[in-house]
């Protein structure tokens, strides 16, 4: 039996883990993965259902840097791979729409984060908006991320009417991107929409 890695501390991850048995081969070994603490918070977001994982805390910051920010592609399912079955289970039926990033940011790191970190679900992925100009959210204050408005825009003709959608981030700040996103996707007529976060940051400005 082939030896696995934990991608985060390079040491074996013992083939005796409960989460090995029932998923096979992960990214993390446990110990690296206690330091994740899932919080499972449920929040409305301006009357959209919302579920965030984690709260954005240090640890997680550092981990998205090393996935998204140095373009580590193999770290893409750590966030989501323990609670994989149960989160398929909780959106069957959903269509995933990924919230899109500038497409020369995903060029330059080439892949989308956001895609590649929610494909461990095994849910159908729609990417049916498209990010029409860069910005940062942290480049911004708080007064102009309530104002975006028009950043995103239609991509492909795909049929959302009458569907279930879930929409997917990885980290939620002011609300203001999904509060865009949904308000376009509100207008094809979808059955519902949910929102589904690896993180959310507890800070409001």
């Known amino acids: 039996m082939p030896t696995h890695i934990c991608k985060l501390c390079y040491k074996?991850?013992?083939?005796?883990?409960?989460?090995?048995?029932?998923?096979?081969?992960?990214?993390?070994?446990?110990?690296?993965?206690?330091?994740?603490?899932?919080?499972f918070s449920t929040f409305d977001l301006d009357g959209i259902p919302a579920l965030a994982i984690y709260d954005y805390d240090s640890?997680?910051?550092?981990?998205?840097?090393?996935?998204?920010?140095?373009?580590?592609?193999?770290?893409?399912?750590?966030?989501?791979?323990?609670?994989?079955?149960?989160?398929?289970?909780r959106y069957r039926g959903?269509?995933?729409?990924?919230?899109?990033?500038?497409?020369?940011?995903?060029?330059?790191?080439?892949?989308?984060?956001v895609e590649a970190m929610f494909s461990g679900l095994k849910l159908p992925i729609m990417k049916v908006l498209k990010k029409l100009r860069a910005h940062k959210q942290a480049d911004l204050s708080y007064e102009e991320r309530q104002r975006i408005r028009g950043v995103f825009g239609w991509q492909g003709g795909q049929e959302l009417k009458g569907r279930k959608v879930l929409l997917?981030?990885?980290?939620?700040?002011s609300g203001a991107s999904l509060?865009?996103?949904v308000e376009l996707l509100e207008k094809a007529g979808p059955k519902t929409i949910r929102i589904l976060l690896m993180a959310r940051t507890r800070l409001n400005k």
């Open 179 to 181: 509060r865009a996103a």
């Open 12 to 39: 074996p991850i013992s083939v005796r883990s409960i989460a090995t048995l029932l998923d096979g081969t992960l990214t993390v070994c446990d110990r690296c993965h206690e330091a994740f603490q899932p919080r």
């Open 94 to 113: 959903y269509l995933v729409v990924p919230l899109p990033s500038w497409h020369e940011h995903d060029e330059a790191r080439g892949f989308n984060h």
């Open 168 to 173: 997917v981030d990885d980290v939620m700040t």
């Open 59 to 89: 640890w997680i910051k550092e981990q998205l840097y090393r996935f998204k920010g140095c373009g580590d592609y193999e770290l893409k399912a750590m966030f989501l791979e323990r609670f994989r079955h149960y989160l398929r289970w």
